[in-house]
């Protein structure tokens, strides 16, 4: 079984920082690319950034210069780090993950979220 966990969320002020961790564990040989999406209340769910096995990185116009993704391969684990956050941040944060399986086959999953709430 894989799992994905995400975990940091919390309550913040506008101008403030924050860090998300997503912690990939169960059998698997590798993880290819890994990303973070986020939905706000009533919207649609949105990329956010994403960074592949390599160390490339992506972001969305809206946070670029703003946040930034990294990842340690020996833990299994992403990170997003918010800073100069604003109330637009405000949404669930959900960590996705293409992982090799055993069997050589691909299989992208999702975590259940973490709640980030921008708010004086």
């Known amino acids: 079984q894989v799992q994905v966990v995400e975990s940091g969320g919390g309550l913040v002020q506008p101008a403030g920082s924050l860090r998300l961790s997503c912690v990939v564990s169960?059998?698997?040989?590798?993880?290819?690319?890994m990303a973070w999406f986020r939905q706000a209340p009533g919207k649609e769910r949105e990329f956010v950034a994403r960074?592949?096995?390599?160390?490339?990185?992506y972001f969305a116009d809206s946070v670029k210069g703003r946040f930034t993704i990294s990842r340690d391969n020996s833990a299994n684990t992403v990170y997003l780090q918010m800073n100069s956050l604003k109330s637009e941040d405000t949404a669930v944060y959900y960590c996705?993950?293409?992982?090799?399986?055993?069997?050589?086959?691909?299989?992208?999953?999702w975590g259940e979220g973490t709640l980030v709430t921008v708010s004086s």
């Open positions: 169960g059998r698997l040989l590798s993880i290819n690319d």
């Open positions: 996705n993950a293409d992982i090799r399986l055993f069997g050589g086959r691909v299989s992208n999953y």
């Open positions: 960074i592949s096995a390599g160390g490339g990185t």
